[in-house]
C-alpha cells in the first residue's frame, strides 16, 4: 500500500502565504512524477502545479503561475506547494498525487493520491 498525506492547509487572508507539504508512505514506489490538485466545492478537480523527476521541470496552471511553487525530493516521493499571493478563489481542498506514467497535467494519469487538505483564503 502507498499512502500520500498532505499537511500544512488552513485559514489566511489575501495576500497571505502556505506551504504545503505531501509526503509518501508504505510501499516502495518509483513515480515519473507529482502534483497537486485541488477541487473546489461544486467544481471539479483541476490541475494546479506538477514537477518531473528527471530533470525536475515544473508545471504550472495559468491561475497560479507566478505566484505558486511546486519542489520536491524525488528520493523521498515527498513534495511542497509554496503558495504566495493567495486569492479567495484558491480556496480548495487540494490533494496532492503521484504518477507513475507522466501527462501531468491530467488527473487520470495519476496512480495515488492523499486525501486532501484544506486552504480557505478570505477576503
Known amino acids: 500500500q502507498v499512502q500520500l498525506v498532505e499537511s500544512g492547509g488552513g485559514l489566511v487572508q489575501a495576500g497571505g502565504s502556505l506551504r504545503l507539504s505531501c509526503a509518501a508512505s508504505g510501499r516502495t514506489f518509483s513515480s515519473y512524477g507529482m502534483g497537486w490538485f485541488r477541487q473546489a466545492p461544486g467544481k471539479e478537480r483541476e490541475f494546479v502545479a506538477g514537477i518531473r523527476w528527471s530533470d525536475s521541470n515544473t508545471y504550472y496552471a495559468e491561475s497560479v503561475k507566478g505566484r505558486f511553487t511546486i519542489s520536491g525530493d524525488n528520493a523521498k516521493n515527498t513534495v511542497y506547494l509554496q503558495m504566495n499571493s493567495l486569492k479567495p478563489e484558491d480556496s480548495a481542498v487540494y490533494y496532492c498525487?503521484?504518477?507513475?506514467?507522466?501527462?501531468?497535467?491530467?488527473?487520470?494519469?495519476?496512480?495515488?493520491w492523499g486525501q486532501g487538505t484544506q486552504v480557505t483564503v478570505s477576503s
Open positions: 498525487a503521484a504518477s507513475r506514467i507522466g501527462h501531468l497535467y491530467y488527473p487520470r494519469s495519476y496512480d495515488y
